[in-house]
């Protein structure tokens, strides 16, 4: 009999312990998030913690404040919203494993003990860790916080290696509506249109594993072909513009000397017949007659 109390007492204390789990916040915009005090930011520290896992049921590798992980991120905002007694978010098993997500997590609970807000900072010399730095925050919905990230890759991506530049592209999701992933197609077209690729065959047998990216560099081909096709018909059109408006200068110019020699050779005849029609009057001569010059 004495167990039937603490077998009635199981069911009572779980759900009270779900409650507890179970917070109510939304999501913080970037912008006004960097403007919070340390106070408001250090608030979201408080409550229950959620743990990432690498895949479903798997370990729990980092885990933070869960209404701080709600305030930055729309994804797991939503999420567990929808599940709201969770304790764990399943995230990319390459985000999950690295070094990059302590270190996103980190900085996250840091900036919300300071006096200031500071960027999310890259891995110093370790490109693939800073990489996936940048896919938990496009996975996560947190693109905004990564930008910082997303500049320092973009100044690498003339001195990566294919792999490296894979990762990256992974990073981005490789899709072309991803800022990171349209500045390496943007590069590697330019690159390849002024002949800067050392090995071409390499190169191509690379960018054939990636066919999101060289469709992506192949209509940035097209769409500057079109454009030089454009200048080109506008300079052709403009230099006939230029000839035409010559050749009516100079018929202006022609016409102008034609009725200036025209109006000029009319000065002369009137001066003339002027002349004419003096000579032609009677005078009177010495002897008092009158006399017609001849």
């Keep these: 009999m004495a167990t039937i109390p603490q077998k009635a007492s199981l069911p009572s204390s779980r759900p009270s312990a779900a409650r507890n789990n179970a917070i109510e916040q939304g999501v913080i915009s970037f912008d006004t998030f960097k403007s919070l005090s340390q106070t408001e930011r250090s608030a979201l520290l408080r409550g229950p913690k959620i743990a990432f896992l690498p895949y479903l049921n798997g370990p729990r590798v980092c885990e933070m404040p869960k209404r701080l992980l709600m305030a930055v991120s729309p994804l797991a905002n939503a999420y567990i919203r929808d599940h709201p007694t969770s304790s764990t978010l399943q995230i990319d098993a390459l985000c999950a494993e690295s070094d990059a997500l302590p270190h996103v997590v980190n900085y996250l609970c840091n900036v919300c003990r300071t006096a200031k807000f500071y960027s999310l900072p890259p891995i110093s010399d370790d490109v693939e860790n800073t990489a996936i730095i940048y896919a938990i925050c496009r996975v996560l919905q947190m693109e905004e916080f990564g930008h910082h990230v997303m500049m320092q890759l973009k100044r690498l991506v003339r001195e990566l290696d294919y792999p490296e530049l894979s990762l990256i592209l992974y990073a981005a999701g490789d899709h072309p509506s991803d800022p990171l992933f349209e500045h390496i197609a943007q590069t590697l077209a330019k ?104």
């Design 191 to 294: 690159q390849r249109h002024k002949g800067l690729v050392s090995n071409v065959q390499e190169f191509k047998d690379w960018l054939t594993e990636h066919p999101m990216l060289e469709k992506a560099m192949d209509e940035i081909d097209e769409g500057h072909k079109a454009n030089r096709g454009r200048l080109s018909s506008r300079a052709s059109r403009d230099n006939g513009s230029g000839r035409a408006q010559a050749a009516q200068a100079a018929q202006a110019a022609q016409a102008a000397q034609a009725s200036q020699a025209s109006q000029a050779q009319m000065r002369r005849t009137e001066r003339e017949r002027r002349s004419i029609k003096f000579v032609g009057v009677y005078e009177h001569d010495f002897d008092g007659r009158y006399a017609e010059e001849l």
